[in-house]
């Protein structure tokens, strides 16, 4: 059984930081691309940031480029997003996601496996 479990999430003001962690289980993680994901209230869900099986090719969309930075560490089968210069519009569920494939995707129909999500908000 696959399972993602996202941690970091939480409460802070505009301005500040925060540092999302999303640790896999029950499959290989070294072979195959993570994805960021958020959902805010009323909103589909949109992508935020992926990174390849290598961690050698990172996607972001228009809103985090320069802001945020996702990374990985395959021997502690975990993916990273690190968000500075939090804005309230940032306010969401964030999901991390495994791919099916080992590249870098912003579409959520290639990623099969999906955490259960963490709040963060951001304060004005």
């Known amino acids: 059984q696959v399972q993602l479990v996202e941690t970091g999430g939480g409460l802070v003001q505009a301005g500040g930081s925060l540092r999302l962690s999303c640790t896999v289980s029950?499959?290989?993680?070294?072979?195959?691309?993570m994805g960021w994901f958020r959902q805010a209230p009323g909103k589909e869900r949109e992508f935020v940031a992926a990174i390849s099986w290598s961690g050698g090719r990172t996607d972001y969309a228009d809103s985090a480029k320069g802001r945020f930075t996702i990374s990985r560490d395959n021997a502690k089968k975990t993916v990273y997003l690190q968000m500075n210069s939090l804005k309230p519009e940032d306010t969401a569920v964030y999901y991390c996601a495994q791919s099916y494939s080992g590249g870098s995707s912003a579409f959520t129909h290639e990623y099969p496996y999906w955490g259960q999500g963490t709040q963060v908000t951001v304060s004005s």
């Open positions: 029950g499959r290989t993680f070294g072979s195959y691309g």
